[in-house]
Nanobody
Framework: QVQLVESGGGLVQPGGSLRLSCGAS????????MRWYRQAPGKQRELVAS???????NYADSVKGRFTISRDNVKNTVYLQMNTLKPEDTAVYYC?????????WGQGTQVTVSS
């Protein structure tokens, strides 16, 4: 069974940093773009950042300059470095990959930014 497993969430004060990781159970993920989404309570899930298999990246305007997505295709892992966190970054963060057959989602990791 192919799986994505996120980790690294937690409680952090405004201005702090966290690094999320998403490990994939299959090497096939190295061939596809991977994405981080987030969903805050009462809001729709939104795309935060994406990275192609070749390493090209895109970010939501709300996180540009603060978040960095990266990947390690040897470890089948994608990362989201989050700096200068704000209370509005509070959400459950999910990683995602879309293959020609189907999409895969992790279980999510909670990020709470609060003093």
């Amino acid at each position: 069974q192919v799986q994505l497993v996120e980790s690294g969430g937690g409680l952090v004060q405004p201005g702090g940093s966290l690094r999320l990781s998403c490990g994939a159970s299959s090497r096939i993920f190295s061939f596809y773009a991977m994405r981080w989404y987030r969903q805050a309570p009462g809001k729709q899930r939104e795309l935060v950042a994406s990275i192609t298999s070749g390493g090209s990246t895109n970010y939501a305007d709300s996180v540009k300059g603060r978040f960095t997505i990266s990947r390690d295709n040897v470890k089948n892992t994608v990362y989201l470095q989050m700096n200068t966190l704000k209370p509005e970054d509070t959400a459950v963060y999910y990683c995602n990959v879309e293959t020609p057959v189907r999409g895969y989602w992790g279980q999510g990791t909670q990020v709470t930014v609060s003093s």
